[in-house]
């Protein structure tokens, strides 16, 4: 960077003009990669199953239509996964939310004794673990197998999250809060709904949207510790109308079969759309706090 004689002026050098145009043509190729699955996907599902098997389709509808949607909206399933999707994701997160912060401001106060070694035993658990076969008879000798807590209970607390939520507590709150707080008659449970949270809607906005984004994904626990059609996830009947071949029972017996091939195919894209729109209404709220959450719950205390 050269300076010339104004000295709050500064005058880009001819390096500095290459970087900063490398720089975009990086960001532009990334934004075209993460961009082009999506417009794709959701240009797919509003066009007509021809142009779709033939593959003339790429980021605009062709032959627009909206009978995939019509499908897939006239499938109960549909609207149970939805129903089911949503109650686990909102109690999960209730119940992840409280139980992290719970664990994550004790552990965060120096006053705490052995808050190191508790926390070493907790981080332990992010490498090792039980194993599949062990914890599946876990939740079900416990009477967890095929209830709605199956979902939520197994993966309640997140290490990842608990320690960054417990780097922000530690690192952002002032101690002279905790001791202003403490002369004035304030308990623990008091100065954390008084205080500590109000100051952390950063990092707690971003440890909702990555609870609600888990629970909205569940998936494997679910395959694993539900039977029952009534208690599946919106994933998994996604999974059963991708995989298993239920597309074909939702479309009319009059139809040929070349006819429901081409179909399918286009109710894969509505349904991949329908799932990913709660996740993309959501995310603009928090966004604002995403960043500044992450980086400040991410120091390393």
């Known amino acids: 960077?050269?300076?010339?004689?104004?000295?709050?002026?500064?005058r880009e050098t001819g390096g500095d003009r290459i970087f900063d145009l490398v720089i975009n043509i990086i960001a532009v190729v990334i934004i075209v990669v993460v961009l082009y699955p999506l417009?794709?996907?959701?240009?797919?599902?509003?066009?007509?199953?021809?142009?779709?098997?033939?593959?003339?389709?790429?980021?605009?509808?062709?032959?627009?239509?909206?009978e995939p949607y019509k499908m897939v909206f006239q499938n109960s399933d549909i609207w149970t996964g939805y129903r089911n999707s949503i109650l686990y994701t909102v109690v999960g997160t209730i119940t992840s939310m409280v139980l992290t912060i719970c664990l994550a401001y004790p552990l965060s106060r120096k006053d705490m004794p052995h808050r190191r070694a508790l926390t070493?035993?907790?981080?332990?658990?992010?490498?090792?673990?039980?194993g599949m076969v062990p914890t599946y008879m876990l939740v079900r000798d416990i009477g967890l197998y095929n209830t709605f807590w199956a979902v939520i209970l197994p993966v309640a607390i997140n290490t990842y999250n608990f320690?960054?939520?417990?780097?922000f507590f530690e690192n952002s709150i002032p101690r002279e809060m905790y001791e202003s707080a403490?002369?004035?008659?304030?308990?623990?449970?008091?100065?954390?709904v008084s205080i500590v949270l109000p100051l952390s809607t950063a990092i707690l906005a971003v440890l909702v949207l990555y609870y609600a984004v888990d629970y909205w994904n569940a998936y494997f626990n679910a395959l694993i510790y539900l039977n029952d059609d009534n208690l599946y996830p919106l994933q998994i009947i996604i999974r059963n109308i991708l995989l298993i071949g239920q597309t074909e029972q939702m479309g009319s017996n009059s139809v040929g079969m070349g006819d429901k091939l081409k179909m399918a195919e286009a109710i894969k894209y509505?349904?991949?759309?329908v799932s990913s729109v709660p996740v993309l209404l959501i995310y603009p709220f928090v966004q604002k706090y995403f960043t500044k959450g992450v980086m400040i719950g991410a120091v390393k205390g």
């Open 1 to 10: 960077m050269v300076r010339t004689k104004n000295r709050n002026a500064i």
């Open 39 to 66: 417009l794709f996907t959701l240009a797919a599902s509003f066009s007509d199953p021809d142009y779709v098997v033939n593959g003339e389709v790429t980021i605009y509808p062709k032959g627009f239509t909206l």
């Open 120 to 130: 070493l035993i907790i981080l332990f658990t992010m490498y090792f673990n039980g």
């Open 163 to 167: 320690i960054v939520a417990r780097t």
């Open 182 to 192: 403490m002369i004035d008659g304030s308990g623990d449970i008091r100065t954390l």
């Open 270 to 273: 509505s349904v991949i759309v």
